[in-house]
């Protein structure tokens, strides 16, 4: 570290219950550092932040912070019991920062901060935390799962706002799409310990699978029964991250094969294209819309939809806060009726919904209470399965069977509802939110049973990263009414919208003195200019080109000691495989509206 640690811990050690959760723990905080901590739920990440933060003490240990530092943090579920508005939430206590900076960032954010704390909603009371820990001026900002409950345009202002941040800060985050573009180097606390990586989250698949390799040659020295209670869950791990490889590439295919029957113009194509697909349809939704309000102050939430949901579709949701997402997914599951238009559901069709909201969980109930109502054996989709081995396929230690759910994370209670609900039998799977409060490896293995799962997915999120790898159509809301329908994940829909916003951007000076300059061509021409030809015509080698080198380099960074070996080369692959995947996506657009043109012109 070229400067001196603006905080450091040495020797720190905490109990929890019987045993250590940390234990001569070492940690050095540079004055700029952008870090990445990384753990398993339960693993001690929040209690660490407020060790840090000084809202609690250690049982030993040396802390040693630099005169004037601020530490601030902008913990996971705020205390506004004692509020009455969102606002004197903001600016209450002895650290409070100023009111005009506070007003500043809401303003930005687009948060009314004088909101009763009561009626609010979790992304506005979110907000309403962000305004007061970026007012506060930090030196060193602890961040525990920031982008929860925010909707997509608040994710992209907090990433601008962290970009450009000149202090250091922590985040805790499941969101591997804003760990990957924020952070520098990387915190992994494991076992009560912590290993410090050089490198940010980008790194952090390849280092782990690393000291998972070599803590697994050292335990072929140790007895069967320790490999057994010790080594189940990394080594798991490890299979179900290359297992995932082969569904992603399943997925891409399922991609191709959605996106055909998908017409030009983003809307779905409802004529039967056989008897077997009218068969494989699970829901058709025609021309439905949904308004709420009266005269000057309706508002049109979803306008002339149409989509016909096929047996095994994973549909993604995306939009901002407020943009219909729930309207939209209350309408196609039949809970909703529309105003106008037509949804059929299959009447095979039995739906769980998921909507994190952990309304079973009663915290005096034991774990076995809540899967099998206080019985050894569950029923898991029609089979008998003993609670402690069912446990294990949700990375839970088979101990737990009998612990208490308060005792429970915030994130283990959520893997808890989902081992409960993926165990009832279904065809139609709804997730709303799904990954909040999930650590990354519970979100593999979301990913993994989404995956297996025979029947058809809702899921609505603002995880990225996540809706890349598990959707194979996504629905996107702007607000407006419209919804666009894209084959593919929160990538492909964010393409479109910047394509979209591009052109809305460009100067109407220069559309006018286009207009005055090709008036007669823009009304007769039948055919390609020079340059759309030679685009037309050169595109789908380039295409080919980029496809072939990206298979290139997943073949190279495929090597799972190269992240060690050679950490420049693969930085540099990575972001060429960055640059390559957004080269492909504007030429296939671009093509595409070319073909389209050339189509125009020869009916």
């Keep these: 570290m070229s400067q001196p640690p603006i905080l450091s811990y040495e020797d720190l050690s905490l109990h929890q219950g019987e045993g250590w959760l940390f234990r001569d723990l070492d940690l050095h905080i540079g004055p700029r550092e952008k870090l990445a901590l990384i753990g398993r739920n339960g693993a001690g990440k929040t209690t660490l932040l407020r060790l840090i933060a000084d809202q609690i003490e250690a049982d030993k240990g040396k802390r040693t912070i630099q005169p004037g530092i601020n530490v601030v943090m902008l913990e996971q579920e705020p205390n506004f019991t004692s509020c009455e508005t969102l606002f004197d939430f903001a600016v209450s206590g002895d650290d409070r920062p100023a009111e005009h900076e506070v007003e500043a960032i809401a303003d930005q954010l687009g948060i009314d901060l004088s909101t009763l704390a009561n009626k609010a909603s979790g992304g506005e009371k979110r907000r309403a935390a962000i305004c007061r820990a970026l007012a506060s001026k930090p030196d060193l900002l602890l961040l525990d799962e920031p982008t929860n409950h925010l909707d997509l345009s608040a994710i992209d202002w907090l990433e601008d706002w962290l970009g450009r941040y000149k ?84 997925l891409w295919e399922m991609r191709a094969r959605r996106a055909a029957m998908i017409g030009p113009t983003g809307t779905a194509n409802l004529q039967a294209q056989s008897d077997d697909v009218r068969t494989k349809s699970v829901i058709i939704a025609e021309n439905i819309s949904k308004s709420f309000g009266e005269g000057d102050k309706k508002r049109t939430i ?139 490896e519970t979100l593999d293995l979301l990913q993994e049973v989404i995956a297996d799962y025979d029947g058809t997915v809702l899921l609505v999120s603002h995880d990225r990263d996540f809706l890349d790898r598990t959707v194979t159509v996504t629905l996107g809301l702007d607000g407006s009414g419209k919804v666009d329908i894209i084959a593919g994940g929160y990538a492909e829909w964010e393409a479109k919208r910047d394509d979209r916003q591009s052109a809305k951007k460009k100067p109407k000076e220069e559309a006018k003195q286009e207009r005055s300059e090709k008036p007669k061509i823009a009304r007769t021409q039948t055919k390609l200019s020079y340059k759309d030809q030679r685009d037309y015509d050169l595109l789908p080698e380039r295409i080919e080109q980029i496809e072939a080198r990206l298979n290139e380099i997943e073949d190279m960074l495929s090597d799972a000691d190269l992240f060690m070996k050679d950490n420049d080369r693969f930085q540099k692959l990575t972001d060429e495989n960055t640059k390559l995947l957004e080269e492909k996506d504007h030429a296939e657009m671009r093509w595409l509206e070319l073909a389209e043109q050339v189509e125009a012109f020869e009916s």
């Design 167 to 250: 202090g250091a800060f922590i985040t805790i985050s499941h969101d591997r799409t804003f760990l990957t573009r924020l952070t520098k180097q990387t915190l992994w606390l494991d076992r009560g310990q912590v290993r410090k990586l050089e490198v940010g989250f980008g790194g952090y698949d390849a280092w782990m699978e690393k000291i998972f390799a070599e803590e697994a040659r050292a335990t072929e020295k140790l007895d069967a029964k320790l490999k057994l209670e010790a080594r189940w869950l990394e080594r798991g791990v490890t299979a179900r991250r290359k297992r995932n490889q082969g569904r992603l590439e399943k």
């Design 302 to 440: 979803i306008r002339d939809f149409s989509l016909r949901i096929q047996r095994g579709d994973r549909i993604g949701i995306v939009g901002a806060n407020g943009a219909g997402k729930t309207t939209l997914l209350k309408m196609i599951t039949g809970e909703l009726e529309p105003d106008s238009g037509e949804v059929n559901l299959a009447k095979t069709l039995n739906g769980v919904f998921i909507d994190q909201q952990r309304s079973l969980l009663s915290p005096d109930k034991q774990v076995r209470d809540v899967l099998a109502d206080g019985s050894d054996w569950i029923d898991v989709r029609g089979i008998k399965k003993h609670v402690q081995g069912y446990l294990k396929e949700f990375l839970f230690a088979p101990n737990l069977i009998d612990a208490r759910v308060g005792t429970l994370s915030g994130g283990e209670q959520s893997r808890l509802l989902l081992a409960r609900e993926f165990a009832r039998m279904s065809n139609l799977l709804v997730l709303d939110e799904p990954t909040n409060d999930l650590d990354l």
